[in-house]
């Protein structure tokens, strides 16, 4: 697709005074304003991770639950597009050489009907025979081929359904790990102590023949449970690991039937529990498709099965570069909470009524207002008074999204909406108070409630730091910042004082957070971001949390997190991190970007540097490169999970320039 041509020339000084800003930010609005949907939201494209979309296509595939012909035109317009020269697909889409991934997109390919000759398959196929063939995926690819009946179950390390009735006091339960982790091995655990796969038809044969080298019926699999592509691995197998590994395999010979039942009834109970709890949206791609399948080869057509496929194509999305299957069911309280935030610093009357309206409306109609029932049971932290990251019926509150939705929604007041109930405010911020952990920072779901230690046991070969949530610098600075804006909110408003036990619980919270802020600076000034590319990202929270605990801009921290920024500043005066950075974790320069330069033109002018010559040339580079109509151009991704896999947030380049442009004019004026 053509993008717009750039508004202007290169900047002369002149062009970069605060008019040319604030033209900018008004140019800037609209398109956004633009951009919001009926109920008040913004989506954006949530694509990036090459695994998801073969995943949907195998689960279609095996439930036999054919793909419209235009949907599947569009899915192999988007394969076809993220393919690399080399025949490759990378972990995600600016990646390249994951064996993983292309041998999912390869199946993939040839379920939506692609033949063995055509040209992209076959540059797939020499890829994968060229590395080792589908023997060296990684794990999740091989139990996706093994759920295909292309791939033996002897060949994976054993996935336990008995781990579920261990007490979950010992310290490798999986109630202690990452809810993400868990609800991916949940499901997993029940296919695999059911051996569940397809029947073998012709399609199987003909794809057994085409991602192995040798007769399928001659492999032995049971010696490929360790064998991966070097491409594959970025987290080794540990020597913990293979000794469980060990152990698994040996209880798997000699595992009883009884106990395998009760298993697998406990798993199915927590399955059925986050089908209820997310309204079958489920907590992420993975486990919506691994749960999908659940069901399927439990009753192919009952009630379960039948809303869990039509729940999946929620996940699908119609992009610039074809249908691609979501990294979450939405990013629309996240995006809303930030472009509602970034309005809202623009002078008074500049954005358009209506928007905020809507904008308000959607926010406080996605607060969760009531806790799970029996909640405890199945390790869920309680939700009442949170935001998940898209919307109420996702079932699942994150810490910095309660955080961010609540921001907005006090913010939106300031504006003169309609203030959110007091009750409701009190019920976020008891919801953050219980998420803070003992180090004083905040997670994602849930605290921290396992060692660090069990990391040694991430099975998943592509992706690092999966096993645990643990307090992140962006979660703490988030929380931090909305806790501290409800002080001065309550403080503000006499009549809600009354709650002074908060007040003060609060106070002490926000007083541990900056303590964790402190800690996780880098020697070199800059936090390390976790969620979004990567060092820019997370100063600005970093910079964000301190602030907001009222530190000044003449603290040391805040100047070396200053400093940090300006050694990196290209010639050109924007910011660019490649996405290596995060996999690297160290700041790798690119091309400037938006969007890293807008994170660190909020986070520099924060710390009082508006006036500096180096943040006026950020700003210009921020000017010169907006489109005509507003927008500014599609540019590498912005969002991270794990270390390795990219993510789109496609919305990000329409609401961090502007808001750091308007935050930028104001603050030098
Ligand atoms: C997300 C999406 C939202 C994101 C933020 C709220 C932005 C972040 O600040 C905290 C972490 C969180 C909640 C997050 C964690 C990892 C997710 C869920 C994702 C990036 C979306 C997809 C990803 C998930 C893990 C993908 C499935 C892969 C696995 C390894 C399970």
Redo the contacts with the bound molecule.
Sequence with gaps: MKEPSAATAPATRDDLALASCERAVVRGLDYLASQQEADGAWRGD?GG?MF?LPMYVAACHIGGRPIEPLRRDGMIAYLSASQKIDGSFGLHVEGSGCLFTTVLCYVAFRLLGLVPEDERVARARAFIHAHGTALGCASWGKFTLALLNLYEYDGLQPVLPELWLLPASLPFHPSRFWC??R??YLPMAHLYGMRARMPADELTHALRREIYDRPYDSIRFIDHRNTIAPSDVYEPTSSALKAVNFVAGLYERVHGRALRERSLARLLDHIEFEDRATQFIR?????AVLNTLVHFFRSPNSDQTVRSFAALEGYLWDGHDGTKMN??NS?AL?DTAFAAQAMLDTPVGAAPRETLQRAHAFVLNNQVLEDLPDYQRYYRHPCRGGWP?SDRAHGWP????TAEGLTAALMLEHAGLPPLPEERILDAVKLLLTWQNRDGGWA??ERQRGGRWLELLNP?HV?GD?MVDHS?A??TA?SLHSLALCRQHFAAHSDRTHDELLQRRAGTAIRRGERFLRKCQLADGSWEG???VCFTYGTWFGVRGLHAAGVPSSDPALRRACEFLYQHQNADGGWGESGDSCRERRYLTSASHAVNTAWALLTLVMAGEAREPRCERAAGFLVTTQLENGDWPRQSLS????KT?L?NYENYRRIFPIWALTRFAAASA
């Design positions: 949530y991770p998801l993400h982790c609800q991916v907590i992420g791609p993975v486990n990294g979450y990013t996240w990251f994150i810490t910095d999204c994602t779901y998943a992706f999966i992140y962006e979660c988030a976790s969620w979004g969002g991270v999970f794990n896999a993510i």
